[in-house]
Structure formats: C-alpha cells, structure tokens
C-alpha cells in the first residue's frame, strides 16, 4: 500500500536555527498539507498546497515558514529560525482525488528545539 | 467559538461493549467531515469520512446532523485493539482541516 513517508523522524536544533522537514507524497496525489502537534494537544493545521502555491494557511504559518515542492516529488516545510515553542510534531498529508477529501499522514518529524 | 469540540473522556469500556463519541462544530457551511485514530505517538489514520446518509464500516457507524451541527462515531462489539485517540475533522469551506482535540478509548479485557 502506498503511503507518506517523511526525514527526519526527529530533529533536534538549536534555538535560531533553520530547520527543513521533508514529505515524499503518494505518487499521483496531488494536494499537499503541513500540520503540527505540540506534545499532549491537538492536531493543527499549517498549510494546504497546491498546483505548486499556497491554497490556505493558518495563522501559525507566519514569515517563519515556507513550503516548497523543490523536485516535483518532494515536499519541504522550512522554518527560518526556530524557537522553543516551535518543538512538536510536524506531520505532513497528501490527498488524492479531490471530491473525497481524504487526506493521508506521513509518520511525521518530532522537532525538539533546545 | 472552537471550531470543533469534542469529550476528551477518557471512556473505559470492557471488551464487546458499544460506544458512542460525539463532536460538535461551530462552521454550519462545513462540507466533509471525518473519523480518525491516533495511536499513542503516532500519525492520525483516517477511520472513516461522514456522509449526509450516514454510513457504516464493520463495528463503525458514523453519522452527521447538519441541523444540529454534530457528527458520531458509533463503535460497536469494541476490541482491545480499538484502544486509541479518535479525532473528529472538520473541512468549512476552503482547504484547512480542523481537528478536535480527541476522544480517548480504553477498552478494557
């Protein structure tokens, strides 16, 4: 069975640093999300993308980040310096056929940032 | 308002029982909605989406009151297996996804 797979599974930096977190899609899928998890909350939406831009984000997803799809296979969250609250779980989701709406999650990247 | 609410619990139950987890949401322009479960630690697997008719998977039965606002997930005949966080998601118009903060199930031998 296809599915997400995301690098690293956990990243550890410094306060300040760039960190880039990385999704490879099901092949064919075709609409790309970023969401975060802070340890004991809830599941948060980042960001949908699609057709190569930004459809929607939220108001988490300031100047701090960016989403590329560098290769047409990769898909790329970076956040220009990190802060202790950024550590969570990034998870990242691909959705297929767009009428369904089902959406598919990588086994996400535990951020710690020290 | 939050967008999505749902009982954290914890629910207990003992193996072969029903239970009934419901979730509220504030955006009445909401079009799909969904069922997943996260295991400790672990990514959200998508369970099931919620259909206007209602619909059944197995032990599953999930339903959606649009007039009320508020979507079910009915687990019946519960296995220790279907220990987990059930997450209700919402998408309103547009492309975000909101996720309530989950419904914690034991169930117990």
């Known amino acids: 069975e296809p599915e997400v797979t995301q690098t690293p599974s956990h990243q550890v930096t410094q306060m300040g640093q760039e960190v880039i977190l990385r999704c490879v899609p099901i092949?064919?899928?075709?609409?790309f999300y970023w969401y975060r998890q802070i340890l004991g909350q809830k599941v948060e939406f980042l960001v949908s993308f699609y057709n190569n831009e930004i459809s929607e984000k939220s108001e988490i997803f300031d100047d701090q980040f960016s989403v590329e799809r560098p290769d047409g296979s990769n898909f790329t969250l970076k956040i220009r310096s990190t802060k202790l609250e950024d550590s969570a779980m990034y998870f990242c989701?691909?959705?297929?056929?767009?009428?369904?709406?089902?959406?598919?999650f990588g086994p996400g990247t535990r951020l710690t940032v020290l | 308002r939050k967008e999505v609410e749902q009982d954290p619990g914890p629910f207990n139950v003992p193996e072969g029982a029903t239970v009934a987890f419901n979730c509220t949401y504030s955006?009445?322009?909401?079009?799909?909605f969904f069922w997943y479960r996260q295991d400790c630690r672990k990514e959200p697997k998508l369970l099931m989406s919620v259909y206007s008719s209602g619909n059944e998977d197995g032990r599953f039965t999930a339903q959606l009151n649009r007039a009320s606002q508020y979507i079910s997930l009915l687990i019946r005949d519960s296995k220790l297996s279907d220990s987990a966080t059930y997450l209700c998601v919402v998408n309103p118009p547009g492309n975000q996804f909101y996720f309530g903060t989950g419904t914690s199930l034991t169930v117990i031998p």
């Open positions: 092949s064919n899928h075709l609409y």
């Open positions: 955006n009445s322009a909401s079009q799909s």
């Open positions: 989701a691909t959705e297929g056929e767009p009428a369904m709406n089902e959406q598919f």
